[in-house]
Every structure is written in C-alpha cells, then in structure tokens.
C-alpha cells in the first residue's frame, strides 16, 4: 500500500478542520440561541451567527496548524490544555467585543465555561471514536489472517519452522 501524497494529506486536514467548524459553530449557536430565548428573544442576528461560523473556522486552522489538534490528542497534558485555554480565550474575546451575549460578564464567564466542557466532551468523543475504530481494525486483521490462512491451508508455521536454520 502507497503512503499518503501530500494532497491526500492536506485534504484529510481539510475535512478535519470542516468538521470542526460544523461542531463547533453549532454548539456555539446552541449556546447563543439559548441566551437569546432566557433573555426574551426569539431571534439570532444573523451578523452574529457569521462571526460564530467565521470564527470556528479560524479556530479549527490554529487547532490543526499550530495547537497540535489538542482535541483529538490520546490524553489531555499540559501542551493540550494550554489549546484549551488558547481557544476558549479567543472565543470568549470575540464573543465580548462583538457583543454576543450583550457584553453581560456573567454570561460570559460562563460561555467560557461551556467552551472548556465542549472541549473536553469533543476530546472524549474523539478518544471513543479511536477505540471503535481500533476494534474495527482489529477485528478486520483477524478476518484477513483467517482467511488468509484457509487459502494457504495452514498456519503459516511449516514455513517459519523450516526458514529457522538447522531445522529442516
């Protein structure tokens, strides 16, 4: 099997980063939509939902490019929650100066608490993902070496016992 070109490496970061900012700007609108109805209103501004998809763009390339795609790291270390902190700070900032939650502190200090929690659900998501996956990919290994093994009719042990020198 080829190795990856770098197109196909490139594309594959590409799709990543798009699911991210599907993710992302949806649970950032859940969040505002559900401002906006706790404060009267049934509708979203629209200028605001473009600043939420533009910005969870943006935070997916800085995620991917240079914070080592932190929410889909194995364990959460020092290197991921600094990622965490990193991108949890530019949301809130953006959501501040543009007025999201009507500069309400309170209400954006706890926006900033959903957005570490969103983080660490997405992070566990990712780590469940990788173990189905893994299991997928195992139980298609033993599928092939069983089926590997009835087209050769054994095991593949006479061929190791009589490569090893001295047997015969």
Not at 85 to 94: D, K
Not at 135 to 148: A, G, H, P, Q, V
Request: aromatic share 18%; glycine share 6%.
């Amino acid at each position: 099997m080829k190795k990856p070109t770098l197109w196909e490496k490139y594309l594959t970061k590409e799709i990543g980063i798009e699911f991210k900012a599907c993710l992302y700007f949806f649970a950032l609108l859940f969040f505002y939509c559900t401002y906006r109805i706790c404060v009267g209103l049934t509708v979203a501004d629209i200028l605001h939902m473009a600043e939420m998809i533009f910005l969870a763009y943006i935070v997916g390339y800085i995620q991917v490019f240079l914070l080592w795609n932190f929410d889909e790291a194995d364990h959460l270390g020092k290197k991921e929650w600094l990622g965490i902190i990193v991108c949890t700070s530019i949301y809130v900032a953006v959501s501040f100066v543009c007025g999201w939650f009507d500069k309400n502190i309170y209400v954006t200090i706890g926006f900033a608490g959903y957005v570490v929690f969103l983080y660490f659900c997405v992070f566990l998501v990712y780590k469940c993902r990788r173990k189905i996956d893994d299991k997928i990919l195992n139980s298609d290994l033993e599928l092939f070496k069983t089926r590997s093994e009835k087209e050769n009719g054994d095991s593949g042990q006479d061929i190791i016992q009589s490569d090893i020198p001295g047997n015969k």
